[in-house]
């Protein structure tokens, strides 16, 4: 009860503050027909595709909802590897600079668009967003919001749409995962490792092989049955312990292990590529480590894969967001992990919290594979002030490269959430 009366104050702080402002803006809006035009928020923006350099923390004119869309006032938005990729320009088709990035966030509804049904001003929300989540307030369609239980956090929400609908759609709607199964996940100590482990919980007699760095072992032993460092050969290890391998492969690395992969599938098994981390190696794009990543990836024969029963699939979910209007088909996969939420079944893990003015030490840290779950920016945290030094508005000429000594200063200095 406590908890939900802090949630509630909290609340109407919001909307205190929410009027205050209007009243101000009115008030200096005397004999001016354009007060909404000075409204502005703070925002991360990449400037331009490359290094940790090309962020920074600016004002930009605040959103307003269109017709059909929510506006946001953001508590907390969650970081992905997908955001490091974007950083330096290492997608397809990559959207022009300046852009804030950021594909998920959590906060509170402050204003709706034309049309919109089903949800109030004061709701405490989750949501995907093509781009633009880094921010103090986003807007996005309603058929990508969904309202967050009473007793979840607003850092744990912005932890889980990215994760536990990949790691759910993978399993059950792509792998058809079912009782007495196998499954072997790369990066296991990550996200949605860690929401692959939860979620393979939930169904009886699962084995659970992983692969993580070495110094995560400890915190993450007890998530999956077999861990194995990700510089070993778990090719033996896997077969070492089941002769006959796996029956879901899911690779987020590419490269090389998608020949590992594939060697490891029982008859009927099943290889999911949905990511690619091993292009990337330095702070910016390698061409190099592009190319070397493609050369490594096996040839795949359609006639092999007839001949030894053996399925491969790729699964982007921001592609089956926002490219293939597959949004009907994630709001029931949500509905369902919400339950699981509920029930007490799966629960977010949350690595940190860091200030928008610390973005860079937090893409740092999950360049590095330091992170065990989710890093969240928290729109509300004051920066470390050793942290924001860099990260706030600055010209272009006057920001230099980042100091990677430095920088796992900072990380060992971070408060982490246990």
Known sequence: MAKEGAQRAEETEQMIEKEGGKEAAEGSAAGSLRAGDTKEMRAVVLSAFGGLNKLRVSKKAMPEPQE????????????????????????????????????????????????????????????FVNYNAWAEVVCT???????IPDDMSFSEAAAFPMNFVTAYMMLFEVANLREGMSVLVHSAGG???????????????VTVFGTASSFKHEAIK?????????????????????????DIVLDCLCGENTGKGLSLLKPLGTYI????????????????????????????????LYEENKVIAGFSLLNLLFKQNRSGLIKG?????????????????????WALEEVKEAMQRIHDRGNIGKLILDVEKAPTPLMANDSTETSEAGEEEEDHEGDNENKERMPFIQ
Request: hydrophobic share 40%; with cysteine; proline share 5%.
């Open 273 to 304: 590529l949905y990511g690619s981390s091993n292009m990337v190696t330095g702070e910016t794009k390698s061409f190099f480590s592009f190319a070397k990543s493609w050369w490594q990836v096996e040839k795949v024969n359609p006639i092999k």
């Open 333 to 353: 996969v949500m509905d369902k992990l919400l339950n699981l939420y509920s029930s007490k079944k799966i629960k977010p893990v949350v690595d940190s919290l």
């Open 222 to 246: 007890d998530s999956v049955t077999h861990l194995f460092d990700r510089n070993a050969d778990y090719v033996q290890e896997v077969k070492r312990i089941s002769a006959d391998g796996v």
């Open 141 to 147: 369609p309603v058929e990508f919001v969904y309202k």
């Open 68 to 127: 059909g869309e929510l506006k946001i006032r953001v508590k907390a938005c969650g970081l992905n590897f997908i955001d490091l990729m974007v950083r330096q320009g290492n997608i397809d088709n990559p959207p022009k600079t300046p852009l804030v990035p950021g594909f998920e966030c959590s906060g509170i509804v402050e204003a709706l668009g034309d049309s919109v049904k089903g949800f109030e001003i004061g709701d405490r929300v989750m949501a």
């Open 191 to 205: 996200g949605v490792g860690q929401a692959v482990a939860q979620l393979c919980s939930t169904i009886p007699n």
